[in-house]
């Protein structure tokens, strides 16, 4: 595969919506569709200015794998806890003030990541919470910057239980993510979504090294440009990659929405 798309990426429209809606919403959660993407969600300029401040974050660290090394990130994410008891403790006790510190960076506007919650709190028959593990609180609303040429995301997938054992994950049975984007290249920085689960031998390797090669696999089903201010959401369960940028960093906010049936509330974090 190319690191850089040689085309302008085109979608299997009857697989995306464009509408963030209860319908859209069960549906994605149901597997009927694969993606929603939302364009124009959130204010160009804003997003714009407050890209700057992901990129010179003091707190902009990396992931920490193989395949998402050169990925920058702002704030411990939870996966980044590694079953570890001190690292556990490190991102719950970081989880609120980190939350307040993202407020305070867009006060008085309301960021990304708390807009969507309060739309999925509405939409969603049972409403939204932010997630608690063991009954700590989750940090939710991660800045992810991608370096041009570098950074990229390998096909891989997400999921909460390969993380934790925690029971209020019990109830999920699926897992989405939400991507806010605030500065995108003209070239690169495609989301691909293969819109299937990876195999037990795929779930090891990225487990591994967090991403498969991508000469390995069959070609993504849909392939998603995002624009400045759009909003995508789809099921982080299933396979899913980052093409590498062009000519510019590509950023982000991202939280990470666990499904349970529609009965009972979706949960937050990141």
């Not at 960093?249 to 509330?265: L, N, S």
Request: negative net charge.
């Amino acid at each position: 595969m190319n690191a850089v798309s040689a085309q302008r990426p085109v979608e299997e429209t009857n697989l995306v919506a464009h509408e963030l809606t209860t319908e859209t919403l069960l549906q994605l959660a149901s597997r009927e569709i694969g993606a929603i993407h939302v364009r124009n969600f959130y204010p160009e300029d804003i997003s714009a200015r407050f890209s700057e401040k992901a990129m010179n974050h003091p707190a902009l660290g990396h992931y920490h794998k193989k395949y998402t090394s050169s990925v920058g990130r702002v704030y411990m994410p939870h996966i980044d806890t590694k079953w570890k008891a001190e690292e556990i403790d490190k991102y719950h006790n970081a989880a609120l003030p980190s939350i307040n510190d993202v407020r305070a960076m867009y006060f008085p506007l309301l960021s990304p990541v708390d807009y969507v919650r309060l739309l999925l709190q509405e939409l969603w028959p049972t409403g939204a919470n932010l997630l608690r593990l063991h009954g700590r609180t989750c940090f939710v609303g991660a800045f992810r910057v991608f370096q041009p040429t570098t950074s990229e995301f390998y096909p891989h997938n997400d999921q909460i239980d390969q993380e934790t054992d925690a029971p209020e994950i019990a109830s999920f049975i699926n897992q989405l993510v939400a991507n806010i984007y605030l500065k995108v290249p003209e070239v690169g920085g495609d989301l691909q979504l293969w819109l299937r689960e990876p195999t037990a031998a795929e779930k090891q390797t990225i487990l591994d090294v967090e991403g498969l090669d991508p000469a390995s696999i069959e070609p993504p089903r849909v392939v998603l440009h995002p624009e400045v201010g759009d909003l995508i959401i789809f099921s982080s369960r299933m396979l899913h990659g980052v093409t590498s940028c062009k000519d510019t960093h590509r950023v982000g906010m991202a939280a990470f929405i666990g499904c349970p049936t529609p009965d009972k509330p979706l949960a937050f974090w990141s």
